[in-house]
């Protein structure tokens, strides 16, 4: 069964102190699918582009072993658009617009093969649609879901509906505060991990990443890089490497997930390093095993005593 993806797909206007870039491929479903498509096949996004929505992204995605099929292309339509300028820190950024466009009247209906995935991904779309993804799956085994700030404010209740439902929760620190409303971050693992999702994994940007499961707690290290160019994308990277290689194994057991994390990590680290989707794109498995590889030398120490 394929690795079934639920998101959008964007043109981005991005600014950075660096560079900029206009009508450049964004959008969550967009880097979970690149960043899952190294470990796994077929992998299975469903969204929607307007008709200005370039080929030649359809193609660079079909050329990654990724099925286009749920993509639907709606003529007399446009693509949603965000536009975003980030500082010096790359931490903050100011969004400077956001044309919803097609992507407003989204509503993601599964065809058979979809509706028969066991591995699913709920990108950041309104908690309501991962719902309606929720009731059209048949025998989900594995969903991770990512939800935002605005949902969190705006979709409360329909998010802890969401909650229920799924195994895995993906948010950054300032998320989980906001959702449980607890400063600590070990106290709020706690409290969100009661509302439904057995594992959380809590995003700390350069510091890294940490995975709660049962009593258990796992920190995953930031790649030290040299040259950030570009931040978009780079936690829906994260959540693609993450589920793509447990979609791969198929082993849940939390050694794995640990690995996924890294891995996770190690896609996001790529994504970072170039403007749009193109940390992506022409990567090999030896230049991510190789980074994995770093990453978990990043976490081990020796103990003398």
Same mark, same amino acid.
């Given at each position: 069964?394929?690795?079934?993806?639920?998101?959008?797909? !964007?043109?981005?206007? *991005?600014?950075?102190?660096?560079?900029?870039?206009?009508?450049? %491929?964004?959008?969550?479903?967009?880097?979970?699918?690149?960043?899952?498509?190294?470990?796994?096949?077929?992998?299975?996004? @469903?969204?929607?582009?307007?008709?200005?929505?370039?080929?030649?992204?359809?193609?660079?995605?079909?050329?990654?072993?990724?099925?286009?099929?749920?993509?639907? $292309?709606?003529?007399?339509?446009?693509?949603?658009?965000?536009?975003?300028?980030?500082?010096?820190?790359?931490?903050?950024?100011?969004?400077?617009?956001?044309?919803?466009?097609?992507?407003?009247?989204?509503? /993601?209906?599964?065809?058979?093969?979809?509706?028969?995935?066991?591995?699913?991904?709920?990108?950041?779309?309104? &908690?309501?649609?991962?719902?309606?993804?929720?009731?059209?799956?048949?025998?989900?085994?594995? @969903?991770?879901?990512?939800? +935002?700030?605005?949902?969190?404010?705006?979709?409360?209740?329909?998010?802890?509906?969401?909650?229920?439902?799924?195994?895995?929760?993906?948010?950054?620190?300032?998320?989980?505060?906001?959702?449980?409303?607890?400063?600590?971050? *070990?106290? !709020?693992?706690? +409290? *969100?991990? $009661? +509302?439904? /999702?057995?594992? %959380?994994?809590?995003?700390?940007?350069?510091?890294?990443?940490?995975?709660?499961?049962?009593?258990?707690?796992?920190?995953? &290290?930031?790649?030290?890089?040299?040259?950030?160019?570009?931040?978009?994308?780079?936690?829906?990277?994260?959540?693609?490497?993450?589920?793509?290689?447990?979609?791969?194994?198929?082993?849940?057991?939390?050694?794995?997930?640990?690995?996924? @994390? *890294?891995?996770?990590?190690?896609?996001?680290?790529?994504?970072?390093?170039?403007?749009?989707?193109?940390?992506?794109?022409? %990567?090999?498995?030896?230049?991510?095993?190789?980074?994995?590889?770093?990453?978990?030398?990043?976490?081990?120490?020796?103990?003398?005593?």
């Amino acid at each position: 069964m394929p690795l079934l993806i639920i998101g959008s797909f !964007a043109l981005d206007s *991005i600014e950075t102190p660096f560079d900029k870039v206009e009508d450049a %491929l964004g959008g969550s479903a967009t880097y979970i699918a690149l960043a899952s498509s190294y470990f796994t096949s077929p992998v299975y996004p @469903v969204g929607v582009v307007g008709e200005d929505f370039p080929d030649k992204y359809l193609q660079m995605l079909e050329e990654h072993n990724i099925l286009t099929d749920g993509i639907e $292309k709606v003529p007399g339509t446009k693509t949603f658009r965000w536009g975003g300028k980030y500082h010096y820190d790359l931490n903050t950024r100011d969004t400077i617009f956001t044309e919803l466009n097609v992507f407003e009247s989204f509503n /993601p209906v599964l065809t058979g093969k979809a509706r028969k995935s066991s591995y699913v991904l709920l990108g950041n779309i309104t &908690p309501s649609l991962q719902l309606k993804v929720l009731d059209q799956l048949e025998n989900p085994k594995f @969903v991770v879901c990512d939800t +935002m700030n605005l949902w969190i404010e705006n979709n409360r209740e329909d998010l802890l509906e969401v909650l229920k439902r799924i195994d895995v929760l993906i948010i950054n620190d300032s998320e989980a505060r906001l959702l449980t409303n607890e400063p600590n971050l *070990i106290k !709020a693992a706690a +409290m *969100i991990r $009661k +509302m439904g /999702p057995e594992k %959380l994994i809590i995003k700390k940007g350069e510091h890294g990443a940490l995975l709660f499961q049962n009593n258990t707690i796992f920190s995953a &290290p930031a790649y030290p890089l040299e040259n950030i160019f570009d931040p978009t994308g780079a936690g829906d990277s994260f959540a693609g490497g993450f589920i793509g290689y447990l979609h791969k194994t198929r082993d849940l057991s939390f050694d794995n997930l640990k690995r996924a @994390v *890294i891995y996770g990590s190690t896609m996001a680290s790529f994504c970072v390093e170039q403007f749009s989707t193109k940390g992506l794109e022409e %990567l090999d498995k030896l230049q991510i095993h190789d980074r994995f590889l770093e990453f978990r030398e990043l976490s081990r120490f020796d103990d003398d005593e």
